[in-house]
T-cell receptor, first 113, second 111 residues
Framework: DQQVKQNSPSLSVQEGRISILNCDYT??????FLWYKKYPAEGPTFLIS?????DKNEDGRFTVFLNKSAKHLSLHIVPSQPGDSAVYFC????????????FGAGTRLAVHP | EADIYQTPRYLVIGTGKKITLECSQT?????MYWYQQDPGMELHLIHY???????EKGDLSSESTVSRIRTEHFPLTLESARPSHTSQYLC??????????FGQGTRLTVV
Protein backbone atom coordinates (compact mmCIF):
# COMPACT_ATOMS: atom_id res chain seq x y z
CA ASP A 1 0.00 0.00 0.00
CA GLN A 2 1.77 3.08 -1.27
CA GLN A 3 0.91 5.95 1.04
CA VAL A 4 2.94 8.56 -0.84
CA LYS A 5 2.76 8.58 -4.62
CA GLN A 6 4.76 10.45 -7.20
CA ASN A 7 3.08 9.45 -10.41
CA SER A 8 5.51 11.09 -12.81
CA PRO A 9 8.77 9.14 -12.93
CA SER A 10 10.45 11.83 -15.00
CA LEU A 11 10.13 15.45 -16.07
CA SER A 12 12.09 17.43 -18.63
CA VAL A 13 12.14 21.23 -18.45
CA GLN A 14 13.98 23.94 -20.31
CA GLU A 15 16.39 26.10 -18.35
CA GLY A 16 14.70 29.23 -17.04
CA ARG A 17 11.21 27.72 -17.09
CA ILE A 18 9.17 26.50 -14.16
CA SER A 19 9.42 22.90 -12.95
CA ILE A 20 6.38 21.48 -11.17
CA LEU A 21 6.73 18.19 -9.34
CA ASN A 22 3.64 16.56 -7.89
CA CYS A 23 2.98 14.29 -4.95
CA ASP A 24 -0.20 12.65 -3.63
CA TYR A 25 -0.75 10.96 -0.29
CA THR A 26 -3.45 8.72 1.05
CA UNK A 27 -3.04 8.85 4.82
CA UNK A 28 -5.03 11.78 6.24
CA UNK A 29 -3.01 11.55 9.46
CA UNK A 30 0.09 12.92 7.70
CA UNK A 31 0.63 16.51 8.78
CA UNK A 32 4.19 17.28 7.77
CA PHE A 33 5.68 17.03 4.32
CA LEU A 34 9.20 17.33 3.02
CA TRP A 35 10.96 17.39 -0.33
CA TYR A 36 14.40 15.88 -0.76
CA LYS A 37 16.78 16.08 -3.69
CA LYS A 38 19.06 13.19 -4.59
CA TYR A 39 22.01 12.99 -6.94
CA PRO A 40 23.24 9.59 -8.15
CA ALA A 41 25.38 7.68 -5.66
CA GLU A 42 24.64 10.22 -2.91
CA GLY A 43 22.18 10.39 -0.05
CA PRO A 44 19.08 12.60 -0.24
CA THR A 45 19.47 16.20 0.89
CA PHE A 46 16.66 18.22 2.42
CA LEU A 47 15.14 20.88 0.22
CA ILE A 48 11.99 22.34 1.76
CA SER A 49 9.14 21.32 4.04
CA UNK A 50 5.61 22.32 4.92
CA UNK A 51 3.33 21.78 7.87
CA UNK A 52 -0.35 21.03 7.38
CA UNK A 53 -1.27 24.31 9.07
CA UNK A 54 0.07 26.11 6.00
CA ASP A 55 -0.78 25.85 2.35
CA LYS A 56 2.40 27.39 0.99
CA ASN A 57 6.04 27.64 1.94
CA GLU A 58 8.69 29.43 -0.04
CA ASP A 59 12.47 29.35 0.04
CA GLY A 60 14.22 31.17 -2.75
CA ARG A 61 13.47 29.48 -6.06
CA PHE A 62 11.57 26.67 -4.35
CA THR A 63 7.93 26.81 -3.30
CA VAL A 64 5.84 23.98 -1.93
CA PHE A 65 2.06 24.08 -2.10
CA LEU A 66 -0.21 21.87 -0.01
CA ASN A 67 -3.84 21.07 -0.80
CA LYS A 68 -5.10 19.11 2.20
CA SER A 69 -8.55 18.44 0.82
CA ALA A 70 -7.06 16.85 -2.27
CA LYS A 71 -4.20 15.24 -0.32
CA HIS A 72 -1.83 16.73 -2.85
CA LEU A 73 1.34 18.75 -2.71
CA SER A 74 3.56 20.17 -5.35
CA LEU A 75 7.05 21.60 -5.58
CA HIS A 76 7.65 24.54 -7.89
CA ILE A 77 11.14 25.47 -8.99
CA VAL A 78 11.45 28.75 -10.80
CA PRO A 79 13.56 29.51 -12.68
CA SER A 80 14.88 26.00 -13.29
CA GLN A 81 18.63 25.60 -13.62
CA PRO A 82 20.73 22.73 -15.02
CA GLY A 83 22.08 22.10 -11.51
CA ASP A 84 18.54 21.26 -10.43
CA SER A 85 18.71 18.05 -12.48
CA ALA A 86 18.31 15.28 -9.90
CA VAL A 87 15.72 12.92 -8.45
CA TYR A 88 13.21 14.62 -6.16
CA PHE A 89 11.52 12.66 -3.40
CA CYS A 90 8.38 13.67 -1.58
CA UNK A 91 8.09 12.46 2.04
CA UNK A 92 5.34 12.60 4.63
CA UNK A 93 5.18 12.15 8.36
CA UNK A 94 2.93 12.39 11.38
CA UNK A 95 3.88 14.82 14.11
CA UNK A 96 3.82 13.77 17.73
CA UNK A 97 5.09 10.36 16.80
CA UNK A 98 8.51 9.11 16.03
CA UNK A 99 9.34 10.99 12.84
CA UNK A 100 9.12 8.05 10.46
CA UNK A 101 9.28 9.49 6.99
CA UNK A 102 7.32 7.73 4.26
CA PHE A 103 8.79 8.39 0.83
CA GLY A 104 7.43 8.40 -2.68
CA ALA A 105 9.22 6.77 -5.60
CA GLY A 106 10.77 10.02 -6.78
CA THR A 107 10.63 12.09 -9.96
CA ARG A 108 13.73 12.49 -12.09
CA LEU A 109 14.01 16.11 -13.22
CA ALA A 110 16.16 16.98 -16.22
CA VAL A 111 16.75 20.68 -16.88
CA HIS A 112 18.22 21.25 -20.32
CA PRO A 113 19.68 24.43 -21.82
CA GLU B 1 25.87 20.19 5.79
CA ALA B 2 25.12 17.14 7.94
CA ASP B 3 27.56 15.11 9.97
CA ILE B 4 26.43 11.59 9.23
CA TYR B 5 28.78 9.11 7.67
CA GLN B 6 28.39 5.73 6.06
CA THR B 7 31.08 3.24 5.18
CA PRO B 8 31.79 1.67 2.85
CA ARG B 9 30.37 3.70 -0.05
CA TYR B 10 30.50 0.68 -2.35
CA LEU B 11 30.74 -3.01 -1.52
CA VAL B 12 30.84 -6.03 -3.80
CA ILE B 13 30.74 -9.29 -1.90
CA GLY B 14 30.12 -12.96 -2.49
CA THR B 15 27.01 -14.88 -1.53
CA GLY B 16 27.02 -16.20 2.02
CA LYS B 17 29.40 -13.63 3.45
CA LYS B 18 28.61 -11.69 6.60
CA ILE B 19 28.70 -7.92 6.19
CA THR B 20 28.28 -4.91 8.42
CA LEU B 21 27.39 -1.48 7.05
CA GLU B 22 28.56 1.31 9.31
CA CYS B 23 26.70 4.52 10.10
CA SER B 24 27.81 7.24 12.50
CA GLN B 25 26.50 10.71 13.28
CA THR B 26 28.04 13.48 15.34
CA UNK B 27 24.91 15.60 15.79
CA UNK B 28 23.76 13.92 19.00
CA UNK B 29 20.51 12.84 17.35
CA UNK B 30 18.42 10.32 19.26
CA UNK B 31 16.60 8.96 16.24
CA MET B 32 18.35 6.97 13.53
CA TYR B 33 17.02 5.09 10.52
CA TRP B 34 18.02 2.67 7.79
CA TYR B 35 16.33 2.93 4.42
CA GLN B 36 16.72 0.63 1.42
CA GLN B 37 16.30 1.91 -2.11
CA ASP B 38 16.26 0.14 -5.44
CA PRO B 39 16.57 2.23 -8.64
CA GLY B 40 13.37 4.08 -9.48
CA MET B 41 11.69 2.96 -6.29
CA GLU B 42 10.74 4.51 -2.98
CA LEU B 43 13.04 4.65 -0.02
CA HIS B 44 11.76 1.87 2.22
CA LEU B 45 12.28 2.08 5.97
CA ILE B 46 13.81 -1.20 7.19
CA HIS B 47 15.00 -0.31 10.71
CA TYR B 48 14.77 2.59 13.14
CA UNK B 49 15.94 3.49 16.61
CA UNK B 50 14.74 6.13 19.05
CA UNK B 51 17.75 5.91 21.30
CA UNK B 52 20.35 3.67 22.84
CA UNK B 53 19.20 0.05 23.16
CA UNK B 54 16.04 0.82 21.18
CA UNK B 55 15.58 -0.76 17.75
CA GLU B 56 12.46 -1.51 15.72
CA LYS B 57 11.78 -3.08 12.36
CA GLY B 58 10.49 -0.78 9.66
CA ASP B 59 7.73 -1.09 7.13
CA LEU B 60 9.72 -3.27 4.73
CA SER B 61 10.71 -6.69 5.98
CA SER B 62 14.47 -7.18 5.96
CA GLU B 63 16.77 -10.04 6.90
CA SER B 64 19.26 -7.55 8.25
CA THR B 65 19.70 -6.70 11.93
CA VAL B 66 20.78 -3.51 13.67
CA SER B 67 22.16 -2.49 17.03
CA ARG B 68 22.29 0.81 18.94
CA ILE B 69 24.81 0.54 21.73
CA ARG B 70 25.98 4.15 21.40
CA THR B 71 23.97 7.22 20.41
CA GLU B 72 26.22 8.04 17.50
CA HIS B 73 26.52 4.57 15.98
CA PHE B 74 23.86 2.47 14.19
CA PRO B 75 25.41 -0.42 12.24
CA LEU B 76 23.44 -2.79 10.02
CA THR B 77 24.45 -6.43 9.67
CA LEU B 78 23.62 -9.13 7.15
CA GLU B 79 24.64 -12.53 8.47
CA SER B 80 24.60 -14.23 5.08
CA ALA B 81 24.45 -12.00 2.04
CA ARG B 82 22.39 -13.04 -0.99
CA PRO B 83 21.97 -11.51 -4.47
CA SER B 84 18.47 -10.36 -3.42
CA HIS B 85 20.17 -8.06 -0.89
CA THR B 86 21.75 -6.04 -3.70
CA SER B 87 20.51 -2.48 -3.19
CA GLN B 88 21.42 0.94 -1.90
CA TYR B 89 21.30 1.31 1.87
CA LEU B 90 20.79 4.80 3.30
CA CYS B 91 21.28 5.74 6.94
CA UNK B 92 19.61 8.83 8.41
CA UNK B 93 19.21 10.60 11.73
CA UNK B 94 16.92 13.25 13.16
CA UNK B 95 16.68 15.33 16.29
CA UNK B 96 13.76 17.40 17.55
CA UNK B 97 12.50 18.30 14.10
CA UNK B 98 11.09 15.95 11.50
CA UNK B 99 13.90 16.73 9.11
CA UNK B 100 16.08 13.69 8.61
CA UNK B 101 19.72 14.01 7.59
CA PHE B 102 21.04 11.28 5.31
CA GLY B 103 24.46 9.77 4.84
CA GLN B 104 25.88 9.25 1.37
CA GLY B 105 24.66 5.66 1.24
CA THR B 106 26.24 2.26 0.69
CA ARG B 107 25.70 0.59 -2.64
CA LEU B 108 25.82 -3.15 -1.97
CA THR B 109 26.23 -5.74 -4.71
CA VAL B 110 26.09 -9.42 -3.80
CA VAL B 111 27.44 -11.72 -6.49
Amino acid sequence: DQQVKQNSPSLSVQEGRISILNCDYTNSMFDYFLWYKKYPAEGPTFLISISSIKDKNEDGRFTVFLNKSAKHLSLHIVPSQPGDSAVYFCAASRSGGYNKLIFGAGTRLAVHP
Amino acid sequence: EADIYQTPRYLVIGTGKKITLECSQTMGHDKMYWYQQDPGMELHLIHYSYGVNSTEKGDLSSESTVSRIRTEHFPLTLESARPSHTSQYLCASSGFTMRAFFGQGTRLTVV
